[in-house]
């Protein structure tokens, strides 16, 4: 599989020298793309994740698709309105469409180097430690605080924030938006602890869930049913999914059909959602072509307005990227503003996306994965991004750790977004919850015992 990565990696960079040579056969060269990245992905996931199918791979592969290589089915049906923020030359579509494979390409690669025999046919994470009742104690009443602390700041205002939005729409999560992360990262290191716990019976589902404390419900009550109410997706599957994996890893395997069956309906929930969180109704016809693809027309033009920005005015450089990559240790963020003033870098590539076609305050496009990398680093530094991404999912596969598994939930929680996000959007969420798993290990007294296969076969 290596040697067919590379093989294409050669093909695609060499198309990017000559681009408009392809666009006379445009329609066979995306479905030639299309093509190679649907069977790319599946070979991957039959060789690799078959034991495991529920995992970021599958979840990143799709939203990565539809965030990047839908783009001509995109542009065949939007109107005039949503056309405007594309980049209308057929050059620059191609040389974005070849980037985004190149990209993903590199990401692949990175899953796969030093990994051509699958060293873990099982597919089932071990793990040496199960949690105290003390550990959950602690896990859970954290949690509570954090909690409290997010609806003391004026936290209630989530059930109504896209249903009485104000002027300022990059101001809608107030004072409170700060203290909704904190809870949402230590509700997420809960999930890991309680279906780890000493105490969690895995017979059957229904005393499954009547071994879960109360307090786990409680906070899953004040906090995730809201995000849900309230039409905040991004956030509400980034808790959701972290508890369907750890379910399928600590407790029972989610066979194929299930897994299916979730990513379906998911996507109905996530659609629904979507049209009736500003007050709206579903009504006869609004399953439509654009209803099907319209969380993801933005990041496909955001590829194409990156290429042809860094083409015109060249890239940051990485300097956008500095205070993101400084959310890795905390605190360090302030730090680096307070001495050098927050405009003393590049914008985001999700503002300067956005500002080129809204005023301040009249929404948000958002970005792309990919764009944000080009925008940021150029080519090279897209390719070798992604690759370092491919191997960062590798690892965290492999290594059998607390923290590596903790690691794994947030990425995947972050997967169905993670192709319309900055590159470093999630690196300061992972810090915070890594620090309050050491204090959970550091106070809750977890047992060692030996490793055994987490997931029922």
Excluded at 273 to 280: D, E, K, L, V
Excluded at 384 to 400: E, P
Excluded at 436 to 449: A, E, M, N, S
Aim: net charge positive.
């Amino acid at each position: 599989m290596v040697v067919s990565i590379i093989l294409l990696l050669v093909i695609y960079i060499t198309g990017l020298t000559c681009p408009e040579c392809l666009v006379d056969r445009i329609t066979q060269f995306f479905a030639i793309t299309s093509a190679l990245y649907i069977l790319l992905t599946y070979v991957y996931l039959n060789r690799y994740r078959k034991k495991q199918l529920f995992c970021f791979e599958l979840i990143f592969g799709i939203s990565f698709f539809m965030s990047t290589l839908s783009l001509p089915y995109v542009l065949s049906i939007i109107d005039d309105w949503h056309a405007r923020i594309f980049v209308k030359s057929e050059i620059v579509q191609v040389k974005a469409y070849l980037i985004c494979f190149i990209g993903y390409l590199c990401y692949m690669l990175g899953l796969v180097l030093n990994n051509q025999k699958p060293q873990y046919r099982s597919h089932n994470r071990k793990i040496d430690y199960i949690f105290t009742s003390r550990s959950v104690q602690i896990a859970n009443s954290f949690t509570l605080l954090t909690i409290i602390l997010f609806y003391g700041m004026g936290g209630s205002s989530l059930i109504t924030l896209y249903s009485n939005q104000g002027s300022d729409l990059s101001m809608r999560l107030g004072s409170w938006g700060e203290f909704m992360q904190y809870a949402m990262c230590f509700y997420t290191v809960s999930i890991m602890v309680n279906l780890l716990s000493e105490k969690v019976e895995k017979s059957s589902i229904i005393r499954f869930l009547r071994s879960l404390p109360v307090l786990f419900y409680l906070n899953t009550a004040l906090l995730v049913i809201p995000l849900v109410i309230s039409g905040y997706r991004s956030n509400a599957v980034q808790l959701v999914i972290p508890m369907i994996l750890m379910y399928s890893l600590a407790i029972k395997k989610l066979s194929f059909k299930k897994i299916v069956l979730m990513i379906v309906s998911g996507y109905l929930v996530l659609f629904v959602i979507g049209m009736t969180r500003t007050g709206g109704h579903i009504e006869e016809g609004s399953f439509d072509s654009y209803a099907v693809i319209q969380d993801f027309v933005s990041a496909n033009a955001a590829n194409t307005f990156f290429v042809d920005y860094v083409d015109e005015h060249g890239s940051t450089g990485g300097g956008n990227m500095i205070l993101k990559m400084a959310a890795i240790v905390p605190f360090m963020q302030s730090f680096i503003v307070a001495i050098f003033g927050k405009n003393s870098f590049p914008q985001d590539s999700s503002s300067v996306f956005t500002l080129t076609f809204y005023n301040p305050g009249e929404g948000g496009l958002g970005t792309s994965l990919i764009g944000d990398l080009y925008y940021s680093l150029g080519l090279i530094g897209t390719m070798a991004l992604m690759f370092i991404l491919g191997r960062i999912i590798y690892i965290i596969n492999k290594k059998q750790s607390l923290y590596t598994t903790l690691i794994l939930l947030i990425l995947t929680g972050n997967a169905i977004f993670a192709a319309r996000v900055e590159y470093f959007y999630i690196v300061r969420f992972i810090t915070y919850a890594v620090i309050f798993l050491y204090i959970v290990l550091r106070f809750g007294q977890p047992v060692k015992r030996r490793a055994k296969s987490l997931a029922s076969s």
